[in-house]
């Protein structure tokens, strides 16, 4: 079965109103795609993103570990624009204060884990009616900390590859459905239109990685949304990861 961007006309951005959502509602936006962005705790963010685009877009509050906030959320989707046959999950708990893994708090880790726990409830709620549509892409944004580890970080990194791995059960899962399931993974990425304000220690972890790259700069959040419109478009790539680390070695 071959599908392309224009069958898949209704897209959920779940964390919409961060760095890379923003760039991945724009993006799809300009494609065509009728664009829900999901917000947390910023409507007004989320309200001007779409006053700036053209066509019929949405947006949908809510706390997406509860279950009942998000189903609301997929509902009002549905009812407005119409089934959701493209998923994007940009969606993660915050960082909280890097610490080792013998050293971190379990409560900090539930919450990351929460995460994984709401990608998969996101997943089962849109599924059903791609496969009635016959046709679907789940993206997952994920990250180089999943399987390039830097101190102080464990917990948001297993948390990615958790939520990396159910993407590639989908993938296997839900393919003979017509329905796509890939992984964008950015290492740091940097918004050359806003200052970059490091840490002394950020920034020689910035520099480190620079060295590491193949090419002279960071992926911007424009990168990362041009990655996930090639997954998008593509109907023959499904259970992959796309690195957009700048040619950064990435093993794992």
Known sequence: MTTTIEDASVALVAGGTGPLGRAVVATLAGRGLRVAVHYRSRPETAQELIAGLPGEHLVVGADLTSPGELADAVDTVEHHLGPVSVLVNAAHPGLSSPAAVADGDPAALAAQLAGVSAHAALCARVVPAMRALGRGRIIYLSGALMSR????FGFYGAAKAAATTLTKYLALEEGRAGITANIVAPGRVVDPSVPDELTPQQA??????LERMALPRFPSPADVADGVLTLVDSPAITGQVL????????HG
């Open 149 to 152: 580890p830097a101190t102080g």
């Open 204 to 209: 020689a972890l910035s520099d480190r990685l």
């Open 243 to 250: 690195w957009l680390t700048g040619g950064e070695p990435i």
